[in-house]
């Protein structure tokens, strides 16, 4: 079993001679149609054996990446969030640049609480086919469609939405309230990518989130709810390209692959997907 992303590639680095922290999350509490996201890590580490080094512009990996043992998902969400927390502080004590790998999107809250205590106010940049901007989803405030809710409200963090096209009226109400920025699939297929994709005033310090549901089920088909109409491959290169133009990248996650037997190729994206998150953060 691999136990490290970019196995037989390079080694596992030493958490504190690394620029990337890879964390596994296999967190799988709160998902609502199609289940495996908690083998979603885990196949991630194993498709990043066979990707090239060389991601087009630069090789992040020449400049350590150390994976952590997978967070413990045992019992409640709660103390799954502080352990992902304390995860992510120990990432940013090292200097590193912490990259999730889930599991549900749950896993992104426990993230932001961490660089909360390292950066104070930052802005988070969601990748998703789903606003996930309910109060409550079967009862929890902590499901993986609650994630973005408990951001704004819980954090009081700053959100920019790509990719939406699945949503219910409370989410759309609960946008318009709050004037959340945001760019749907609909609007990036009718009219592209805006010259400037993020406000003006919007934090310069940024995390992303990606949802692999986000993409087109023509690149990955291995989520819980793969929604027809989604992001392109390239064009996802792009908008990464574009929300951290002029801005510093503090973190990221990958988040909600279920893994599907013989689909190799929505784990190899995500893996990919991963890599080239890495690649956006500047060598110093």
């Not at 592209?192 to 310090?205: A, K, M, N, T, V």
């Not at 986000?214 to 908008?239: E, N």
Request: proline share 7%; charged share 20%.
């Amino acid at each position: 079993m691999t136990t490290h992303f970019l196995a037989g590639e390079i080694d596992n680095s030493k958490p504190e001679d690394a620029t990337f922290h890879v964390i596994p999350v296999p967190l799988e509490s709160s998902v609502s149609y199609g289940g495996g996201t908690s083998a979603g890590p885990q196949a991630i580490l194993e498709a990043s054996t066979q990707l090239e080094l060389w991601d087009g512009k630069s090789q992040p990996a020449e400049r350590g990446i150390h994976t952590s043992p997978p967070i413990d998902c045992s019992g409640s969400v709660t103390k799954i969030l502080d352990r992902i927390e304390d995860s992510v502080c120990f990432a940013t004590e090292c200097e590193a640049t912490p990259i999730l790998l889930g599991g549900e999107h749950t896993v992104t809250l426990g993230a932001l609480r961490g660089l909360r205590q390292r950066y104070g106010k930052f802005g988070v940049v969601q990748f998703d086919a789903h606003a996930d901007l309910r109060n409550t989803y079967d009862g929890s405030p902590y499901s993986h469609a609650c994630v973005m809710r408990r951001a704004c409200e819980d954090l009081k963090l700053p959100i920019f939405q790509i990719g939406v096209r699945a949503l219910c009226l409370e989410e759309v109400e609960y946008r318009k309230e709050q004037d959340i920025p945001h760019i749907d699939a609909r609007s990036l297929f009718l009219k592209g990518i805006p010259r400037q994709l993020l406000p003006s005033d919007f934090p310069d310090r940024i995390y992303i989130t990606f949802d692999v549901d986000g993409l087109d089920p023509s690149v990955i088909r291995a989520t819980g709810t793969p929604v027809p109409g989604g992001i392109g491959w390239h064009q996802a290169m792009l908008l990464l390209e574009a929300a951290v133009e002029g801005r510093q990248l503090i973190g990221a996650d990958v988040v909600e692959l279920a893994p599907a037997p013989g689909d190799h190729a929505s784990d190899f994206a995500a893996a990919q997907l991963a890599y080239s998150i890495m690649g956006l953060v500047p060598s110093e």
